[in-house]
Protein backbone atom coordinates (compact mmCIF):
# COMPACT_ATOMS: atom_id res chain seq x y z
CA UNK A 1 0.00 0.00 0.00
CA UNK A 2 2.82 2.40 1.04
CA UNK A 3 4.94 2.83 -2.25
CA UNK A 4 8.30 4.38 -1.51
CA UNK A 5 6.73 7.31 -3.87
CA UNK A 6 4.58 7.77 -1.21
CA UNK A 7 6.82 7.51 1.72
CA UNK A 8 8.87 10.60 -0.30
CA UNK A 9 6.12 12.85 -1.09
CA UNK A 10 5.56 12.68 3.30
CA UNK A 11 8.86 13.17 3.94
CA UNK A 12 9.10 16.24 1.54
CA UNK A 13 6.08 17.56 2.62
CA UNK A 14 7.31 17.34 6.52
CA UNK A 15 10.63 19.03 4.92
CA UNK A 16 8.51 22.29 4.54
CA UNK A 17 9.84 24.71 2.24
CA UNK A 18 9.23 27.71 0.27
CA UNK A 19 5.53 28.74 -1.11
CA UNK A 20 6.54 27.27 -4.61
CA UNK A 21 8.44 23.89 -3.18
CA UNK A 22 4.95 23.74 -0.63
CA UNK A 23 2.75 24.22 -3.61
CA UNK A 24 4.48 21.54 -5.78
CA UNK A 25 4.64 19.13 -2.89
CA UNK A 26 0.93 19.22 -1.72
CA UNK A 27 0.34 18.98 -5.25
CA UNK A 28 2.45 15.28 -5.49
CA UNK A 29 1.07 14.60 -2.00
CA UNK A 30 -2.13 14.55 -3.29
CA UNK A 31 -1.60 12.36 -6.44
CA UNK A 32 0.07 10.23 -4.76
CA UNK A 33 -2.44 9.87 -1.30
CA UNK A 34 -5.23 8.78 -4.14
CA UNK A 35 -4.39 5.12 -3.67
CA UNK A 36 -3.80 4.84 -0.43
CA UNK A 37 -6.81 3.59 2.22
CA UNK A 38 -9.32 5.81 2.60
CA UNK A 39 -9.26 5.86 6.43
CA UNK A 40 -6.19 8.14 6.37
CA UNK A 41 -7.72 10.73 4.08
CA UNK A 42 -10.44 11.20 6.83
CA UNK A 43 -10.19 12.93 9.49
CA UNK A 44 -13.81 13.36 11.89
CA UNK A 45 -11.78 15.93 14.73
CA UNK A 46 -11.73 19.46 14.71
CA UNK A 47 -8.25 20.77 12.76
CA UNK A 48 -6.18 24.02 13.93
CA UNK A 49 -4.05 25.90 11.82
CA UNK A 50 -1.59 28.71 12.54
CA UNK A 51 -1.08 31.74 10.41
CA UNK A 52 0.62 34.88 10.38
CA UNK A 53 -1.37 37.62 8.07
CA UNK A 54 -0.24 41.06 6.53
CA UNK A 55 -2.78 43.73 6.70
CA UNK A 56 -4.62 42.99 3.43
CA UNK A 57 -4.99 39.34 4.42
CA UNK A 58 -6.53 40.52 8.11
CA UNK A 59 -9.08 42.90 5.67
CA UNK A 60 -10.32 40.24 3.78
CA UNK A 61 -10.74 38.24 6.53
CA UNK A 62 -12.13 40.18 9.20
CA UNK A 63 -14.49 42.97 5.97
CA UNK A 64 -14.91 39.87 3.27
CA UNK A 65 -14.66 37.17 5.38
CA UNK A 66 -13.23 35.31 2.65
CA UNK A 67 -9.30 34.43 2.74
CA UNK A 68 -8.12 32.40 0.17
CA UNK A 69 -6.26 29.36 1.57
CA UNK A 70 -4.33 25.87 -0.45
CA UNK A 71 -3.10 22.85 0.30
CA UNK A 72 -1.73 23.48 4.48
CA UNK A 73 -1.03 21.73 7.32
CA UNK A 74 -3.43 21.63 10.11
CA UNK A 75 -2.86 20.00 13.33
CA UNK A 76 -5.22 18.32 16.03
CA UNK A 77 -3.92 19.85 19.07
CA UNK A 78 -4.53 23.67 19.89
CA UNK A 79 -1.43 23.63 21.99
CA UNK A 80 0.71 23.12 19.07
CA UNK A 81 -0.64 25.83 16.70
CA UNK A 82 -0.16 28.34 19.27
CA UNK A 83 3.83 27.08 19.48
CA UNK A 84 4.16 26.62 15.92
CA UNK A 85 7.27 28.55 14.52
CA UNK A 86 7.83 30.33 17.77
CA UNK A 87 4.21 31.04 18.93
CA UNK A 88 2.71 34.69 18.35
CA UNK A 89 4.16 36.14 14.89
CA UNK A 90 6.47 39.03 15.32
CA UNK A 91 4.77 42.91 15.65
CA UNK A 92 3.33 43.87 12.06
CA UNK A 93 2.36 40.41 11.43
CA UNK A 94 -1.73 39.06 13.01
CA UNK A 95 -1.21 35.79 14.38
CA UNK A 96 -4.13 34.19 13.78
CA UNK A 97 -5.40 30.37 14.66
CA UNK A 98 -7.64 29.06 12.79
CA UNK A 99 -10.55 25.88 13.41
CA UNK A 100 -12.41 23.55 11.70
CA UNK A 101 -14.06 20.36 10.88
CA UNK A 102 -12.46 19.52 7.99
CA UNK A 103 -15.59 18.93 5.02
CA UNK A 104 -15.48 15.27 3.78
CA UNK A 105 -12.77 15.28 0.46
CA UNK A 106 -10.49 17.52 1.80
CA UNK A 107 -9.10 15.59 3.74
CA UNK A 108 -5.77 15.11 1.27
CA UNK A 109 -3.51 12.48 4.12
CA UNK A 110 -4.41 12.33 7.79
CA UNK A 111 -0.64 12.34 8.77
CA UNK A 112 -1.38 11.50 12.97
CA UNK A 113 -3.74 8.64 11.38
CA UNK A 114 -0.98 7.23 9.36
CA UNK A 115 1.38 7.33 12.04
CA UNK A 116 -0.48 5.40 14.56
CA UNK A 117 -0.19 2.31 11.47
CA UNK A 118 2.39 -0.15 12.44
CA UNK A 119 2.26 -1.12 8.76
CA UNK A 120 3.01 2.85 7.48
CA UNK A 121 6.10 2.96 10.27
CA UNK A 122 7.84 -0.15 8.93
CA UNK A 123 7.65 0.88 5.75
CA UNK A 124 8.77 3.96 6.61
CA UNK A 125 11.62 2.17 8.30
CA UNK A 126 12.51 0.26 6.08
CA UNK A 127 12.72 2.56 3.09
CA UNK A 128 14.05 5.51 5.34
CA UNK A 129 17.92 4.84 3.56
CA UNK A 130 16.07 5.45 0.17
CA UNK A 131 14.48 8.60 1.27
CA UNK A 132 16.19 11.79 0.34
CA UNK A 133 16.74 13.91 2.80
CA UNK A 134 14.30 11.87 5.50
CA UNK A 135 16.36 12.98 8.47
CA UNK A 136 14.82 16.47 7.10
CA UNK A 137 11.55 15.52 6.85
CA UNK A 138 9.49 12.30 8.48
CA UNK A 139 12.60 11.61 10.44
CA UNK A 140 12.63 14.74 12.54
CA UNK A 141 9.05 15.24 12.90
CA UNK A 142 7.14 11.97 12.65
CA UNK A 143 3.78 12.42 14.59
CA UNK A 144 4.91 15.35 16.91
CA UNK A 145 2.48 17.47 15.08
CA UNK A 146 -0.32 16.07 15.29
CA UNK A 147 -0.89 16.67 11.60
CA UNK A 148 -3.37 16.86 8.82
CA UNK A 149 -3.16 17.67 5.59
CA UNK A 150 -6.21 19.15 3.87
CA UNK A 151 -7.30 21.23 0.66
CA UNK A 152 -9.86 23.98 1.70
CA UNK A 153 -10.27 26.86 -1.07
CA UNK A 154 -11.46 29.74 1.44
CA UNK A 155 -11.41 30.64 5.21
CA UNK A 156 -13.76 32.96 6.82
CA UNK A 157 -14.20 34.86 9.72
CA UNK A 158 -16.21 32.56 11.67
CA UNK A 159 -13.65 29.93 11.40
CA UNK A 160 -11.19 32.32 13.96
CA UNK A 161 -10.01 30.00 16.87
CA UNK A 162 -7.54 33.02 18.47
CA UNK A 163 -5.94 35.56 17.87
CA UNK A 164 -2.32 36.42 18.67
CA UNK A 165 -0.83 40.06 20.52
CA UNK A 166 1.87 41.51 22.61
CA UNK A 167 0.93 42.80 26.35
CA UNK A 168 2.57 46.15 27.11
CA UNK A 169 5.75 45.60 29.57
CA UNK A 170 5.67 45.37 33.52
CA UNK A 171 6.71 49.51 34.20
CA UNK A 172 3.91 50.61 30.98
CA UNK A 173 0.63 48.53 32.82
CA UNK A 174 1.47 50.31 36.40
CA UNK A 175 2.11 53.43 34.77
CA UNK A 176 -1.69 52.90 33.03
CA UNK A 177 -3.12 51.36 36.26
CA UNK A 178 -2.11 54.04 38.53
CA UNK A 179 -0.83 57.17 36.69
CA UNK A 180 2.48 57.03 38.40
CA UNK A 181 5.73 56.10 37.68
CA UNK A 182 6.34 52.86 38.92
CA UNK A 183 7.91 52.57 42.86
CA UNK A 184 9.09 49.34 44.50
CA UNK A 185 5.67 49.34 46.16
CA UNK A 186 3.94 49.01 42.97
CA UNK A 187 6.52 46.68 41.29
CA UNK A 188 5.76 44.24 44.57
CA UNK A 189 2.21 44.73 44.47
CA UNK A 190 1.79 44.04 40.37
CA UNK A 191 3.83 40.85 40.54
CA UNK A 192 2.17 39.06 43.27
CA UNK A 193 -1.12 40.02 41.59
CA UNK A 194 0.67 38.70 38.46
CA UNK A 195 1.78 35.76 40.24
CA UNK A 196 -1.56 35.21 41.81
CA UNK A 197 -3.72 35.35 38.36
CA UNK A 198 -1.12 33.05 36.72
CA UNK A 199 -0.35 35.76 33.81
CA UNK A 200 2.65 36.07 31.96
CA UNK A 201 3.32 39.35 30.19
CA UNK A 202 4.46 39.82 26.32
CA UNK A 203 3.05 37.30 23.89
CA UNK A 204 -0.64 35.98 24.16
CA UNK A 205 -3.11 34.31 22.40
CA UNK A 206 -6.30 35.93 22.64
CA UNK A 207 -9.54 33.35 22.51
CA UNK A 208 -12.83 32.12 23.86
CA UNK A 209 -15.60 34.87 25.00
CA UNK A 210 -12.85 37.56 25.11
CA UNK A 211 -11.79 36.71 21.65
CA UNK A 212 -15.65 36.76 20.30
CA UNK A 213 -16.28 40.66 22.25
CA UNK A 214 -13.62 41.99 20.43
CA UNK A 215 -14.47 40.50 16.77
CA UNK A 216 -17.44 42.08 17.88
CA UNK A 217 -16.25 45.72 18.52
CA UNK A 218 -14.94 45.46 15.50
CA UNK A 219 -17.72 45.26 13.31
CA UNK A 220 -19.17 49.31 13.62
CA UNK A 221 -15.31 50.12 12.43
CA UNK A 222 -15.40 47.94 9.62
CA UNK A 223 -18.69 49.19 8.39
CA UNK A 224 -17.49 52.41 8.12
CA UNK A 225 -13.61 51.87 6.68
CA UNK A 226 -15.78 49.44 3.89
CA UNK A 227 -16.81 52.42 1.80
CA UNK A 228 -13.22 54.21 2.39
CA UNK A 229 -11.60 51.14 1.23
CA UNK A 230 -13.77 50.32 -1.92
CA UNK A 231 -13.23 54.18 -3.07
CA UNK A 232 -9.37 53.66 -2.72
CA UNK A 233 -9.89 50.45 -4.70
CA UNK A 234 -11.63 52.19 -7.33
CA UNK A 235 -9.29 54.68 -7.72
CA UNK A 236 -6.12 52.76 -7.71
CA UNK A 237 -8.11 50.95 -11.10
CA UNK A 238 -8.38 54.33 -12.70
CA UNK A 239 -4.96 55.20 -11.70
CA UNK A 240 -3.71 52.12 -13.42
CA UNK A 241 -5.99 52.46 -16.33
CA UNK A 242 -4.92 55.81 -16.99
CA UNK A 243 -0.94 54.79 -16.95
CA UNK A 244 -1.50 52.04 -19.07
CA UNK A 245 -3.27 54.47 -21.52
CA UNK A 246 -0.38 56.73 -21.73
CA UNK A 247 2.20 53.63 -22.13
Not at 51 to 68: F, H, N, Q, T, Y
Not at 188 to 202: D, R, S, V
Request: glycine letters at 8%.
Amino acid sequence: MFTREFLQAVSDWQRGGDARQTKKRGERLKELAEGIDSRFRSCGLITYRQVALDKGSVWKLIAERSLPEKISAWTLAPSIAKTFKGGVPPEGWQGTIFEIMPEPGSVIVNLHALYQSSDFCEALKRESSAIDGFWDGAGRYGNTQAEVVLSIDNLDRASVYALGGYSSDRDTLIRMMFDQEPTQELITWFETQQKKAGIELGAFWLDGEPLQRVLTRMEPHIARLKPIKAAQDEAKKVAAFGADGNS
